[in-house]
């Protein structure tokens, strides 16, 4: 192992995070987040590739031929107006990092800066991924049909985990976040006056129908040994009080993680909806959107990461599946992958991710460089299964 060469700068990834907070951009509008990670890899003599508007790819060790290690970091922000009282609050109104997108390229950065120093000491190449979009669910999409994960063998990402303690980080084998897919349902009814319901067909009572009766499909049609989550989030129709709406739109989403389920779900929401429809006199037209796979860790690479995350002084701890979403999940499908939550918990006090008052506990950034280093290590000298 290369642990004697290992140096990371903890003040400089503070630093950058806290530059990162307090410039926060909104998804596939990070131009100034992109040239900041750009300015820092020119620093640090790293040759890199703009992929997409605002996405970065870097290299280390780019002329090695044979194993390639990934690492990505996700770079947006949330529109959301920031109430902490910190000295490097946000600085651009109703947008924050509330979700650690800023640790997570700090922490990146870290760990760049620590294996270009001993880049001719290893036996892998390593790309770095800073990903944009990632809460719009695109950045990942848009940045693989460029190719940027075609020579990636291994990839490793982290997320800040708000129900992991501080100093531990969650590692589990297998799928750990959920799959998503989108549908909607626009309902043709039969518009009418109001004080006529007769004459028409109310496209917002079969609406109604169909919303009471799909969310049964999983409380009564799928075994409760199967994670699923159905939402219906939009409920749209009607154009005044004393008109019959003659068109109703719902968009929903289905979470999951056995993929083979969600075929049976959408054949029984379609078959529903279309015979609430026609028992009403109405019509419906159903489109769905296909998300995201589930993030799904390779058995060898937790076993890897587990061992990494000793030597970078973190503490490994069993993570339980969350039906959350990652668009990460494409950058790891068909690769051997590991994903984790570097906890920020401390005690009692547990910060939300998405909330106005978000923040983080300081103290975990230089390990989680370390993390992402040990990780390369664990490739470069042939201990996946240490």
């Given at each position: 192992m290369l642990n004697h060469l290992i140096t990371i700068d903890e003040a400089y990834v503070i630093k950058m995070r806290r530059y990162f907070h307090q410039h926060p951009e909104l998804s596939s509008k990070e131009y100034h987040t992109r040239d900041t990670i750009i300015s820092e890899l020119k620093k640090m003599d790293i040759p890199y590739e703009c992929v997409t508007e605002?996405?970065?790819?870097?290299?280390?060790?780019?002329?090695?031929?044979?194993?390639?290690?990934?690492?990505?970091?996700?770079?947006?922000?949330?529109?959301?107006?920031?109430?902490?009282?910190?000295?490097?609050?946000?600085?651009?109104?109703?947008?924050?990092?509330?979700?650690?997108?800023?640790?997570?390229?700090?922490?990146?950065?870290?760990?760049?800066?620590?294996?270009?120093?001993?880049?001719?000491?290893?036996?892998?190449?390593?790309?770095?991924?800073?990903?944009?979009?990632?809460?719009?669910?695109?950045?990942?999409?848009?940045?693989?049909?460029?190719?940027?994960?075609?020579?990636?063998?291994?990839?490793?990402?982290?997320?800040?985990?708000?129900?992991?303690?501080?100093?531990?980080?969650?590692?589990?084998?297998?799928?750990?976040?959920?799959?998503?897919?989108?549908?909607?349902?626009?309902?043709?009814?039969?518009?009418?006056?109001?004080?006529?319901?007769?004459?028409?067909?109310?496209?917002?009572?079969?609406?109604?129908?169909?919303?009471?009766?799909?969310?049964?499909?999983?409380?009564?049609?799928?075994?409760?040994?199967?994670?699923?989550?159905?939402?219906?989030?939009?409920?749209?129709?009607?154009?005044?009080?004393?008109?019959?709406?003659?068109?109703?739109?719902?968009?929903?989403?289905?979470?999951?993680?056995?993929?083979?389920?969600?075929?049976?779900?959408?054949?029984?929401?379609?078959?529903?909806?279309?015979?609430?429809?026609?028992?009403?006199?109405?019509?419906v037209t159903i489109d769905y959107r296909d998300g995201l796979p589930p993030v799904d860790n390779d058995e060898d690479m937790i076993k890897l990461a587990i061992a990494s995350a000793k030597r970078a002084g973190l503490e490994p701890v069993p993570f339980k599946p969350v039906t959350i979403s990652e668009d990460y999940a494409i950058l790891a499908n068909g690769r051997k992958s590991a994903f984790g939550f570097i906890g920020i918990r401390q005690g009692n006090t547990q910060p939300m991710l998405h909330t106005p008052d978000f923040n983080i506990d300081e103290s975990i950034l230089a390990k989680g460089a370390h993390m992402h280093v040990q990780f390369v290590l664990g490739i470069s000298d042939g201990t996946i299964n240490a």
């Open positions: 605002t996405g970065i790819m870097a290299w280390i060790n780019k002329d090695h031929v044979g194993t390639v290690v990934g690492l990505r970091a996700d770079m947006d922000a949330l529109p959301i107006e920031e109430v902490n009282t910190c000295d490097y609050v946000s600085a651009n109104q109703g947008v924050m990092h509330a979700c650690g997108h800023d640790s997570h390229i700090a922490m990146l950065l870290g760990a760049a800066k620590a294996l270009k120093s001993m880049e001719d000491k290893l036996e892998c190449g390593v790309k770095l991924i800073f990903q944009p979009a990632e809460e719009t669910m695109s950045g990942a999409k848009a940045m693989a049909a460029l190719g940027v994960m075609r020579d990636v063998d291994y990839l490793f990402g982290m997320h800040v985990g708000c129900d992991v303690d501080s100093g531990s980080i969650g590692l589990s084998s297998g799928p750990i976040m959920a799959a998503v897919d989108a549908f909607k349902i626009t309902i043709h009814g039969k518009s009418a006056h109001g004080a006529l319901p007769y004459l028409g067909v109310d496209a917002i009572v079969v609406g109604a129908q169909i919303v009471s009766n799909i969310q049964t499909i999983i409380s009564r049609e799928i075994a409760p040994f199967e994670p699923v989550v159905m939402t219906i989030g939009k409920f749209h129709g009607g154009t005044a009080d004393n008109i019959v709406a003659d068109e109703v739109v719902l968009e929903g989403t289905v979470r999951y993680f056995n993929q083979d389920l969600y075929a049976t779900i959408r054949g029984k929401v379609e078959e529903k909806s279309r015979r609430i429809a026609e028992s009403y006199g109405a019509t």
